[in-house]
C-alpha cells in the first residue's frame, strides 16, 4: 500500500492574509515601476511575486492555509476558494511558468510578456483586494 501523501499546506489567519495582501502590494508596486524603466526582467519577476503573495493572501482568508509546495501546483489550492478563487487561479497559471525566465534565464524578457505579467499580477491583486476587505465571492 502506497503511503497517502500530504497536501503541501499550512495554516494561516486572516492577519497573514493582510500580511500577503501588503506583500503583494510591494511587489507590484515595483512591477510596475521596473516596466516603466524599461526593466521587464524585474518587471516580471516582481509581478510573478505580487501574483503569488495575492494567491495567498485569498487561499489565508478563505482557506485558512496557504500552499508551500511547488509553485506549479499553488493554482490548485487558491482555486479552492471558491469563484475569486478560480478566478485568481486563472491568473496565477499565467505567471507561475515566468518564474523560471525572470530568475534563471539569461534571455531577455520582451515588453510585451512583461507587461502581460504586470497585468495578471494587477487582475490577481484587485481580486484578492476583493476577498480580504471586501468579502468576495
Same mark, same amino acid.
Given at each position: 500500500? !502506497?503511503?497517502?501523501?500530504?497536501? *503541501?499546506?499550512? /495554516? %494561516?489567519?486572516? =492577519?497573514? $492574509?493582510? &500580511?500577503? #495582501? ?21 518587471? !516580471?519577476?516582481?509581478?510573478?511575486? *505580487?501574483?503569488? /503573495? %495575492?494567491?495567498? =493572501?485569498? $487561499?489565508? &482568508?478563505? #482557506? ?74
Amino acid at each position: 500500500m !502506497t503511503p497517502r501523501r500530504q497536501a *503541501a499546506t499550512r /495554516a %494561516a489567519t486572516r =492577519a497573514d $492574509a493582510v &500580511a500577503f #495582501l501588503h506583500k503583494s502590494r510591494e511587489f507590484l508596486r515595483a512591477a510596475q515601476d521596473s516596466l516603466g524603466l524599461g526593466h521587464q526582467v524585474a518587471a !516580471t519577476g516582481n509581478a510573478v511575486h *505580487a501574483g503569488i /503573495a %495575492a494567491a495567498d =493572501a485569498i $487561499a489565508a &482568508a478563505r #482557506l485558512g492555509s496557504v500552499w508551500v509546495g511547488e509553485h506549479t501546483q499553488a493554482a490548485g489550492h487558491v482555486g479552492q476558494a471558491g469563484t475569486d478563487g478560480r478566478q485568481a487561479a486563472t491568473q496565477l497559471r499565467r505567471l507561475v511558468p515566468l518564474k523560471h525566465r525572470a530568475e534563471y534565464d539569461p534571455r531577455p524578457v520582451p515588453v510585451s510578456e512583461a507587461t502581460s505579467a504586470v497585468k495578471a499580477a494587477e487582475r490577481l491583486l484587485a481580486i484578492a483586494e476583493r476577498v480580504v476587505h471586501g468579502g468576495g465571492s
